[in-house]
């Protein structure tokens, strides 16, 4: 196959690669009624006229299945951080008692869940739709390869590579879907 065309899948494998991990960050993020770190990650507060991510000024731990304890390295930060956390909007009311806060996780209704599962599949479908016009990109790309002389066969493997990749891609979103589908159905 031709050095061009090579480098074009190349290219269009790592930004799949990136979607497929943006997707599962986003995923992650989608709360399935078990306590987890991660479901702070997009909160920051300002911390000396910076925004910082909570996990950098405090420890963020679980204690139990339904629990996460944030012990902030500087006292002075729990309002701030208190603050950060129900602006976020994530859903959880923190209580603290002058050193730590701690975040109770509710349990998900039944209602609740299946709006979580829509929510997954919405992100699901961002992921494919990232990695369809990834795949159009690269397509338009080799095209373009054929004024450098490369024949249309090679256009046309070239094409066929980029659509094993987008198939496989896809597949590996579904299956993130997938899983935590079933993580939020899990009661």
Sequence with gaps: MNELIS?????????MSKAV??????????????ASPAMLDGISIDYYGSMTPLSQVSNVN???????????WEKNLISTIEKA??????????????SIIRLAV????????RDLVKKVKEEAEKGRVAIRNIRKDANESIKK????????DEIKIGEGEVQKLTDSFIVK???????????????
């Design 7 to 15: 480098l074009e899948l190349d290219d269009c494998k790592e930004n």
């Design 21 to 34: 991990a943006h997707t599962e960050s986003e995923l992650t993020k989608i709360r399935a009624g078990k």
């Design 62 to 72: 679980t204690t139990d299945a339904r629990t996460i304890v944030i012990q902030p």
């Design 85 to 98: 956390i129900v602006d976020s909007n994530i859903g959880l009311n923190p209580q603290n008692d002058g």
């Design 106 to 113: 509710p349990p998900l209704t039944e209602e609740r869940r």
């Design 145 to 152: 390869l054929k004024g450098e002389g490369i024949s249309e």
């Design 173 to 187: 979103v579904d299956q993130l879907a997938e899983v935590k589908e079933k993580d939020i159905m899990t009661v």
